[in-house]
C-alpha cells in the first residue's frame, strides 16, 4: 500500500541548530516525492521534489530508496523556517495522478 | 490569473444539509485535486481529474461524496446529507501536464 509516514509531530529547535524533519514511504515502484510547507495564515506551497535536485530556503532533501526515506534537512535554522511541512508521494513522473501526504511535522524555531 | 480559487472561504450548515464547494483552478492546468484537512491530522486525498475525467475516485470517504469537472476548468465538489465528521477544510490544487500543484486557501466547512 501506499503510505508516507511523518513520524514527528512537533519538532523544537534553537536558531541556527541544524534541523531534519524525517519522512519515510511505502510505495512498490519508482515514485516522485515531495516536501509542501505551510507558513502560518497561507495557503499550502511546493519547498521542493526530489526529481528538481534544488535547495530552496536552504533546504534539501535526498531520496534514499535503500531506507526508502526522503528526510528534509537544513545545516543552520531561522526564525521564518517556523511552520507546518508535509511530506508526499505520487507515483507519476509524466502524468497526474494520485498524491498521497504524510500527516505533517510542525517546527517550531525558538529565538 | 492569480491562482486557484476556492469558495465560499466559510461555510456553516445543518446536520443533514447538502453543500457545494467550487474550486477555480489556474487557467491551463489540466490536473485538479480535492483534499481534506481535518483538525490534527494531515491531507486526505478524495480525488483528482485530469481533465474533466477523474481516473481515481478510491479518497472519497462516502457516497455522501461527489465531484464533477466541466470544460476542463471549474470543479465542484458536493456533500449530501452532511454530518458533524464532515467538518474539515477542504483543499483544491491544480497542476499542470507533468507540473508540480498550486493550491487554493481552501473551504472551512462546519457542520453543526
Known amino acids: 500500500a501506499q503510505r508516507v509516514t511523518q513520524p514527528e509531530k512537533l519538532l523544537s529547535v534553537f536558531k541556527g541548530a541544524p534541523v531534519e524533519l524525517k519522512c519515510n514511504y511505502s510505495y512498490s515502484g519508482s515514485p516522485e516525492l515531495f516536501w509542501y510547507v505551510q507558513y502560518s495564515r497561507q495557503r499550502l506551497q511546493l519547498l521542493l521534489r526530489h526529481i528538481s535536485r534544488e535547495s530552496i530556503k536552504g533546504f534539501t532533501a535526498d531520496l534514499n530508496k535503500g531506507e526508502t526515506s526522503f528526510h528534509l534537512k537544513k545545516p543552520f535554522a531561522q526564525e521564518e523556517d517556523s511552520a507546518m511541512y508535509y511530506c508526499?508521494?505520487?507515483?507519476?513522473?509524466?502524468?497526474?495522478?494520485?498524491?498521497?501526504f504524510g500527516s505533517g511535522t510542525r517546527l517550531s524555531i525558538r529565538p | 490569473g492569480a491562482g486557484v480559487s476556492q469558495s465560499p472561504s466559510n461555510k456553516v450548515t445543518e446536520k443533514g444539509k447538502d453543500v457545494e464547494l467550487r474550486c477555480d483552478p489556474i487557467?491551463?492546468?489540466?490536473?485538479l485535486y480535492w483534499y481534506r484537512q481535518s483538525l490534527g491530522q494531515g491531507l486526505e486525498f478524495l480525488i483528482y481529474?485530469?481533465?474533466?475525467?477523474?481516473?481515481?475516485k478510491s479518497g472519497l470517504p462516502s457516497d455522501r461524496f461527489s465531484a464533477e469537472r466541466t470544460g476542463g476548468s471549474v470543479s465542484t465538489l458536493t456533500i449530501q446529507r452532511t454530518q458533524q465528521e464532515d467538518s474539515a477544510v477542504y483543499l483544491c490544487a491544480s497542476s499542470p501536464h507533468m507540473g508540480s500543484q498550486y493550491f487554493g486557501p481552501g473551504t472551512r466547512l462546519t457542520v453543526l
Open positions: 481529474f485530469q481533465g474533466n475525467s477523474a481516473p481515481d
Open positions: 487557467s491551463g492546468h489540466t490536473a
Open positions: 508526499a508521494l505520487s507515483g507519476g513522473y509524466s502524468s497526474a495522478s494520485k498524491i498521497i
